[in-house]
Structure formats: structure tokens, C-alpha cells
């Protein structure tokens, strides 16, 4: 049998299809990093905060929210109070820390970052992004 171009062509689609079909199989089968949040702000503006981070974890399919401080956990602790800052344009800006450490407290690294007061959903996302990375270096081990 004479195999020709597009015979060459088709079998090389569905080599890669087969490949991207396999990956994308492994990576919906990876399981979630389980996370403990953990804030401290008592204030309206860092509970906000802390509402819409918990709710970003909820939604991820990358993190289980957990507790008990298990094996392999994740922990996100915003150590401080959320600061508040007028801008000129009169809009507030939201300014957080943020801390990642493993349960067995290696610290795996430190953020700051900041969104519009109302649009927090923003520094949330901006959280889930960091704790992804963060994930990646308890992974590693």
C-alpha cells in the first residue's frame, strides 16, 4: 500500500489528536490541591475580600477548600487588614498581603496586590492565580 500526502497528512492529524485528547484526559484527572484559608481582617472592606476569595476557591476546579491542616494543604492567609486608599478619580483601591505555606510551614511565598474596592472579584482572581503557583512548589515535592 502507497501511502500518500494526504493519507500522510490524515495519520498525522490523528496522531495529534489522539496526543491532545490523552492530555486533556490527564489533566481533568488531576486532582485538586486542598487549600486552608485563612484571614484575620475584621473590618467590612477585608471581609468583603475574604467572601470573595473563599467564593474564587469554590468555583476553582484547582482547589478543594479544606481544613485540619492535611498533607499536601495549601494554606492562603491574608495576615493583616485589608488597606483602603482614595484615588484622585475618588474611586477607593483595595490593597492586600497575601502568604502561601504548606501545613508543614514552608513558606512558598509572599504577594501584595490591589483592585478597585468595588471590584474585588478582581483581587480575588488575582489570589487564586498566586495560590496556582504557589500549588505548583507543594507539588514539586
Known sequence: MQITPLTARLLT??????????WVMGAASAKPT??????????????KLADRIEAAFNRSPDFTLSSGRK???????IPTNVVWKRQ???RGRALYTVEF??????????RTGS???????????????YAKIAARKIHQD
Open 13 to 22: 492529524v490523528m496522531a495529534a489528536s489522539m496526543v491532545t485528547a490523552a
Open 34 to 47: 486542598l487549600v486552608e484559608f485563612w484571614h484575620v481582617g475584621d473590618d467590612a472592606l477585608s471581609e
Open 71 to 77: 498533607s499536601g494543604t495549601l494554606v492562603v492567609r
Open 88 to 90: 484622585i478619580s475618588k
Open 101 to 110: 505555606s504548606s501545613t508543614d510551614g514552608r513558606n512558598l511565598g509572599v
Open 115 to 129: 483592585c478597585w474596592d468595588d471590584a474585588l472579584e478582581k483581587c480575588a482572581a488575582q489570589i487564586i492565580n
